[in-house]
Nanobody, 116 residues
Framework: QVQLVESGGGSVRAGGSLRLSCTAS????????MGWYRQAPGLQRELVAL????????YPDYVKGRFTISMSSNAQNTVYLQMNSLKPEDTAIYYC?????????WGRGTQVTVSS
């Protein structure tokens, strides 16, 4: 069973930055993709960023240019999400996900709160 543990959430003012980390119980090479989703109260979970095991990335328009997903250059099982120019609408629980052919695995989430 894949385990994912997120860290790095917190509270920040609008315009600030946070970096989230996700550590997996397996090497990133064992996944097709890893990524981040978020869910705000009363809303559906939405994609924030994806990275494949070759390092290719993709972002939806609402975070493009502000968020960056990357893999650790040292650890083979850690993915980061650098979030800059944060906005109040970025407030949500952020979930790490790992995708294999057989399905998606999820972490328990980390809260990000952006105040105006």
């Amino acid at each position: 069973q894949v385990q994912l543990v997120e860290s790095g959430g917190g509270s920040v003012r609008a315009g600030g930055s946070l970096r989230l980390s996700c550590t997996a119980s397996e090497s990133i090479a064992s996944f097709n993709d890893m990524g981040w989703y978020r869910q705000a109260p009363g809303l559906q979970r939405e994609l924030v960023a994806l990275i494949n095991n070759a390092g290719g990335t993709s972002y939806p328009d609402y975070v493009k240019g502000r968020f960056t997903i990357s893999m650790s250059s040292n650890a083979q099982n850690t993915v980061y999400l650098q979030m800059n120019s944060l906005k109040p609408e970025d407030t949500a629980i952020y979930y790490c996900t790992a995708i294999k052919v057989e399905g998606m695995y999820w972490g328990r989430g980390t809260q990000v709160t952006v105040s105006s």
